[in-house]
């Protein structure tokens, strides 16, 4: 079986919340053992992460991939972005997933709640319900043509978003009063 590829990308700080999303593939593995989850970014949240993997008896299907600079090469193979932030503002990582044409499943707050319409171009989840995360990828894994239509919504919304944002920047910018 090829594996199934989640990314998620962000620094290893507490309020970034790997710690949901290796929680969710506990579960998931259970049911698609194919499914490996690369975790982009480095921190101090690092060995932490190491040892939850580790006590998990998920080094194969947990990946930290440490700072990357090549992350567009990660988006093409993974078919899935989760965000399990706190906070956030605007989520550059998931606009570049979505760009990408993969689906996101992405925690409650004030960034993701702008970018994500919850079912039509991912899904938005309370903050540290990974029964619920490991759920949605399961179901996105086993309906390609939800994940399909997913993707294509993502991808057109952020496409939108992105010009839209940047014009409202650089008005800012231009026509500062």
């Known amino acids: ?3 199934k ?6 620094e290893l700080l507490p309020n970034k919340n790997q710690k949901m999303a290796i929680e969710a593939m506990r579960k998931l593995v259970l049911e698609i053992p194919e499914a490996v989850l690369l975790i982009a970014g480095n921190g101090p949240q690092r060995d ?6 580790e006590n998990y008896g998920l080094q194969n299907n947990v ?5 990357c600079t090549n992350l567009e090469e990660y988006q093409r193979i993974c078919e899935f972005s989760v ?3 706190k906070r956030e503002g605007l989520p550059l990582n998931l ?4 760009l990408s044409g993969n689906p996101v499943v992405a925690t409650k707050n004030r960034g993701h709640n702008e970018l994500i319409q919850n079912t039509k171009n991912g899904f ?3 903050i540290n319900d990974s029964d619920c995360l490991a759920n949605y990828i399961k179901i996105v894994f086993n309906d390609v043509k939800l994940k399909k239509e997913l993707g294509l919504f993502a ?5 939108k978003y992105s010009a839209e944002s940047v014009i409202k920047e650089l008005k800012q910018v231009y026509f500062q009063s």
């Open 1 to 3: 079986e090829k594996n």
């Open 5 to 10: 590829y989640i990314l998620c990308v962000g």
């Open 48 to 53: 932490s992460l190491v040892n939850m993997i």
């Open 63 to 67: 990946i930290l991939l440490g700072y």
């Open 83 to 85: 965000s399990c932030s």
């Open 95 to 98: 606009v570049e997933a979505m």
């Open 124 to 126: 938005l989840i309370e």
């Open 155 to 159: 991808r057109e919304y952020a496409l």
